[in-house]
């Protein structure tokens, strides 16, 4: 296969920080001889493991681009054993643009792997975190949140993989990422994702949900800049010492195990309207408790659709927006497993 186009204008060998760019030439009509500038932080001390911590695959998710903007800046050689590659805004053309996919291509990063290094704009940064990134990192924490169409209680998540000790690897990072709750998630589709390519990849990885609205709160970017330094700590590249430092007091100390068994979680939506949630996010919900009404916005007297919960447990993610489309995810119920379970590193 050919070789990317795109050039770090870092060493990823050299020792220090190191503050650049993924140099992605694109030609166009404001900048003929253009390029995308992705920025990038390299911190790295001596020999270890190396985590690649990334925020910004979907563009309208601020907590990632928050947290790792912040250690970035704050991060230093002496505090690491290994190496940390931060990339902030991974799909920085949407992000850029305040919105999930690419305003470039339409692309959205994350449905958009393996990717081509002679494809479109996504499709190579895809390639380019695949085939040169990827290889070099052990430890993989991708942060995203709900953007503008979701909002979600603040987990971290794993998948269920077919490799029991790299699935066991992963869950002991979650929980030392240490969100409010840890999510064992279930795709409805997990062509194209990141997560996928770095699992099979065998990586240890974590992704997160933290929040939504296409907006950061203070309590989701302190879950956010505690998980990030909770996963440094359990990778052995950042003492923990070091990682108490700054660290706010009102974030969760323990975890609420959630699982995602099958694909009745899932309330989508068969309408258009106006849309009433019933439950607020981390409410309980009892199987075909109704959760949400669909009115219909063109017209007053008519009843509302009813949707009923198809599983008991607890609501986790919603739909956002006051309106709302057929197809539209609605509402994710999850069970709880366990609660109270210690942030442990
Ligand atoms: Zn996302």
């Not at 269920?160 to 066991?168: I, M, N, R």
């Not at 974030?251 to 068994?261: E, K, Q």
């Not at 007053?300 to 609501?315: F, I, K, N, Q, S």
Request: glycine fraction near 10%; hydrophobic fraction near 40%.
């Amino acid at each position: 296969m050919r070789a990317s186009p795109i050039q770090p204008t870092v060493d990823f060998n050299a020792d220090g920080e190191q503050h650049g760019f993924l140099k992605l030439p694109h030609s166009h009509d404001g900048s003929a001889w253009g390029a995308e500038m992705i920025p990038v932080t390299v911190i790295r001390n001596g020999e270890g493991p190396t985590a690649l911590l990334t925020g910004g695959n979907h563009g309208d998710e601020y907590e990632g681009p928050i947290a790792l903007s912040k250690l970035a800046g704050a991060l230093k050689a002496q505090d690491v054993s290994g190496r940390v590659i931060i990339v902030p805004f991974m799909n920085f053309p949407a992000f850029r643009a305040g919105s999930r996919t690419s305003p470039i291509d339409r692309g959205n990063l994350n449905r958009s792997f393996p990717g081509k290094p002679d494809g479109t704009v996504t499709e190579k940064i895809a390639d380019y975190f695949q085939r040169y990134l990827l290889p070099l990192a052990d430890y993989v924490l991708d942060l995203h949140a709900g953007g503008r169409t979701l909002d979600f209680v603040p987990f971290a998540a794993i998948h269920l993989l077919p490799d029991a000790a790299q699935q066991s690897r992963c869950e002991v990072a979650m929980r030392a990422f240490g969100a409010p709750y840890s999510m064992r998630m279930l795709e409805l589709d997990s062509v194209g994702l990141y997560d996928t390519a770095v699992e099979e990849a065998g990586k240890v990885f974590v992704s997160t949900e933290l929040g939504g609205g296409g907006t950061a709160t203070v309590k989701s970017v302190a879950v956010a800049e505690r998980g990030v330094r909770g996963f440094l700590q359990y990778a052995r590249i950042l003492q923990r010492e070091e990682a108490r430092n700054g660290m706010s007091d009102d974030v969760s100390r323990t975890t609420t195990l959630l699982d995602m068994p099958d694909g009745t979680c899932y309330t989508t939506s068969e309408h258009d309207g106006l849309l009433e949630l019933c439950k607020d996010l981390g409410e309980m919900v009892e199987r075909d408790e109704v959760i949400a009404r669909i009115y219909d916005a063109t017209r007053t007297g008519a009843a509302p659709v009813e949707y009923r919960a198809r599983r008991g447990g607890m609501l986790a993610a919603r739909h956002f927006p006051g309106l709302v489309r057929t197809g539209d995810t609605v509402a994710v119920v999850a069970d709880v497993v366990e609660r109270g379970i210690p942030v442990t590193v």
